[in-house]
Every structure is written in C-alpha cells, then in structure tokens.
T-cell receptor, first 113, second 111 residues
Framework: EAQVTQNPRYLITVTGKKLTVTCSQN?????MSWYRQDPGLGLRQIYY???????DKGDVPEGYKVSRKEKRNFPLILESPSPNQTSLYFC????????????FGSGTRLTVV | RKEVEQDPGPFNVPEGATVAFNCTYSNSASQSFFWYRQDCRKEPKLLMSVYSSGNEDGRFTAQLNRASQYISLLIRDSKLSDSATYLCVKGYGGSQGNLIFGKGTKLSVKP
C-alpha cells in the first residue's frame, strides 16, 4: 500500500530533550515536507525537500532541523524542544510533477512540558 | 507575505444542497493549486488539483480565476459524508515545492 509513515503517533517530552520524528514514504517521491498544525493558525510548512540532500526552509523553520540522506526518509529533529512546539505534525510527500498533490502521514501529536 | 484566505465558516447545509467555497490568494506567481479535505484529527487528503481550465470530478467542480486571484470549489448534491474542513492550497517557490494552506472552511451537512 502506498503510504507515508510517521512515528511516533503520540509523544510527550520535556523541555530541552532532543527528539526525532521519523517519516518514510514508499512511493519513490522526490518531494517531502513537514507541517505543523495549530488551532486558529492552520497548517504551516516547516521544511521541505525536493530531493536527496536538497532541503529548504518553509514558513516556520526556527527550532527544527531536517535531513534527506535517502529518498524515502525525511526525519524532523527538535534539538531542544520548547512548549511552543507543542503541536500536531504532519509529514507529506509528492512526486515531482505534483499532479496528485501531497500524500500526508497520519500525524504526530507532540506535547512538550 | 504570501497568503491564502478562506471563509472559515461553518457552512451548515442540508443534504442535497449545493455549496460553494471561495479562496483568494495573494501571489500571482503561484502556478499550482489544490483543494484538500481534512476530517477531525485526521491528515489532509487531496480532493482535487485545480487547473487553469477548471476541472470536475463527480459532484465536485474546481475553478481557477487568475485575473482575480481566486479559486473556488463547488459541491453538488451534498452528502453527510462531505462534512469536513476544506483546505485551499497554493504552491510557490522553487519548482512550486513550497505549499501555503488556507486555514480551512468547515462544512457540516445535516440530514
């Protein structure tokens, strides 16, 4: 089944403790992207990648890092999480022509206390 | 600031009604547009890509008006299962890889 898989689905952590949210897609997509969704603010793009070793900042990159060493994986790293990073995170992927838009993972609900 | 604006609703309509959503965008360089639907606490799912000539998929019709910088979504013969939040999305930036989402329009279809 074609899908984007994020892990974990739920995570509660403490301020300052480094964490990684993994994202993997099995569709050989070139584009991958991370979003966060907050009430009243909608979906905002954190980082995106157009291919292996090619990444760029979205609208809200502060406090996040990404890497794209392999085509299928695009992990999101929070080096020192803070409570304002409590949010619902989505990973998404798309073929280069984007005719079928982005396919989203099921989301990761992160709480930083 | 590149933005996408939508009426947040909610739109409360009876089954069988026709409902239309509009969305305006602020960057005329944007080339790609989409409508997504999102159910409560779930991931967004692509409903339709929007092309310059407009396109239709069953009960759904999307239109793009570049001169006025808006896109629209028309849903005919609404079903209970159409209840969701509808997100207007535009692509911009390097090869249109960056996406900007509207905050969504909530639709509730009642029996």
């Amino acid at each position: 089944e074609a899908q984007v898989t994020q892990n974990p689905r739920y995570l509660i952590t403490v301020t300052g403790k480094k964490l990684t949210v993994t994202c993997s897609q099995n569709m050989n997509h070139e584009y991958m992207s991370w979003y966060r969704q907050d009430p009243g603010l909608g979906l905002r793009q954190i980082y995106y990648s157009m291919n292996v070793e090619v990444t760029d900042k979205g609208d809200v990159p502060e406090g996040y890092k990404v890497s794209r060493k392999e085509k299928r994986n695009f992990p999101l790293i929070l080096e020192s999480p803070s409570p304002n990073q409590t949010s619902l995170y989505f990973c998404a992927s798309s073929a280069a022509d984007r005719r079928n838009g982005y396919t989203f993972g099921s989301g990761t609900r992160l709480t930083v206390v | 600031r590149k933005e996408v604006e939508q009426d947040p609703g909610p739109f409360n309509v009876p089954e069988g009604a026709t409902v239309a959503f509009n969305c305006t965008y602020s960057n005329s360089a944007s080339q790609s547009f989409f409508w997504y639907r999102q159910d409560c606490r779930k991931e967004p799912k692509l409903l339709m890509s929007v092309y310059s000539s407009g396109n239709e998929d069953g009960r759904f019709t999307a239109q793009l008006n570049r001169a006025s910088q808006y896109i629209s979504l028309l849903i005919r013969d609404s079903k209970l299962s159409d209840s969701a939040t509808y997100l207007c999305v535009k692509g911009y930036g390097g090869s249109q890889g960056n996406l900007i989402f509207g905050k969504g329009t909530k639709l509730s279809v009642k029996p």
